[in-house]
């Protein structure tokens, strides 16, 4: 099963927590992207903007290959399983996806981000 994740550097620039649990934060992305299953990439601040600030998008297969959406807002959080909204979200998370570093290019950015704390 594959894992794909676009992480808006804005969120690894935010610290939380302090710089001991930031550094800890920062170092888990790169962690699970070693994984051969799971690829992190990193969408810069002033790409995609309209889209990609619509909130988190996670697009989902089942077994039966039924896809799903889950989208979370401020006040709601929705699980869309209708094909046409399921299709908008995907293609919405697939722009994203083009605007966002490439694999390489996002491990040395979360790497430099962690770096500079």
């Given at each position: ?23 800890a934060q ?79 290019e996002s ?11």
């Amino acid at each position: 099963m594959l894992h794909g994740f676009v992480i808006h550097a804005a969120a690894l620039r935010t610290e939380v927590g302090g710089k001991e649990v930031m550094g800890a934060q920062l170092e888990r992305p790169r962690e699970v992207g070693r994984s051969r299953n799971v690829s992190v990439r990193v969408l810069p601040i002033g790409r995609c903007n309209g889209v990609a600030l619509a909130g988190p998008i996670v697009v989902l297969e089942t077994p039966d290959h039924d896809m799903l959406a889950y989208v979370e807002g401020p006040e709601v959080s929705v699980l869309h399983a209708g094909p046409d909204k399921v299709s908008a979200l995907n293609q919405r998370h697939a722009m994203i996806r083009t605007h966002a570093l490439s694999i390489e290019e996002s491990a040395t950015f979360i790497r430099k981000v962690a770096e500079e704390r």
